[in-house]
T-cell receptor, first 114, second 114 residues
């Protein structure tokens, strides 16, 4: 099976702009979780989507949003970018049903905000 | 919510030695504990996990132990090799059973010297 893929791999944006990141899960996986990774804060959960519905949400401002499509692909959007949004954004997919907990990560999108 | 503490933050060993990384968690309802390995510039890779109905799990040179009473779990790597050098993260599901929402420890930088 192909692994989790993310596009684009690298992005450079300017403060105030918005950005959309994409994640394609492993075939058959219905859950997609998004995480932000920074040197100072480590890996922090953003949100999880399952069957096109947000199932869990982390403690990030409303500028961070996401969605999931019927084929389980997911996108996350960050509006009004701030310098502090520079990070590696990782998505992880899993089957998402009870007793199947394993999450598999994509390669990430490296976002730099200038 | 779940809080995961990981120690030590850095660990340096000689090739062939054993390495142990410990994590504590706060939510007694948590019942799934994965460990991820992240090499420089790579995605986090799930290397082993344990569920609360098991006290220990082994996979070749790595093992994980769980003490539910004390709310801590540990990663053990035996006969370390230079390719084991990486950042290791422990995690637990936030809220005990929100499996798509993992809370991660701060990470341990393991360096194995040849």
């Amino acid at each position: 099976k192909a692994g989790v893929t993310q596009t684009p791999r690298y992005l450079i944006k300017t403060r105030g702009q918005q950005v959309t990141l994409s994640c394609s899960p492993i075939s058959g996986h219905r859950s997609v979780s998004w995480y932000q990774q920074t040197p100072g804060q480590g890996l922090q959960f953003l949100f999880e989507y399952f069957s096109e519905t947000q199932r869990n949400k982390g403690n990030f401002p409303g500028r961070f949003s996401g969605r999931q499509f019927s084929n389980s692909r997911s996108e996350m959007n960050v509006s009004t970018l701030e310098l502090g949004d520079s990070a590696l954004y990782l998505c992880a997919s899993s089957l998402g049903v009870r007793e199947t907990y394993e999450q598999y990560f994509g390669p990430g999108t490296r976002l730099t905000v200038t | 919510g779940e809080n995961v503490e990981q120690h030590p933050s850095t660990l340096s060993v000689q090739e062939g030695d054993s390495a142990v990384i410990k994590c504590t968690y706060s939510d007694s309802a948590s019942n799934y504990f994965p460990w991820y390995k992240q090499e420089l510039g790579k995605r986090p890779q799930l290397i082993i996990d344990i569920r609360s109905n098991v006290g220990e799990k082994k996979d070749q040179r790595i093992a994980v132990t769980l003490n539910k009473t004390a709310k801590h779990f540990s990663l053990h790597i035996t006969e370390t090799q230079p390719e084991d050098s990486a950042v290791y993260f422990c995690a637990a599901p936030a809220g005990g059973t929100s499996y798509g929402k993992l809370t991660f420890g701060q990470g341990t930088i393991l360096t194995v010297h040849p």
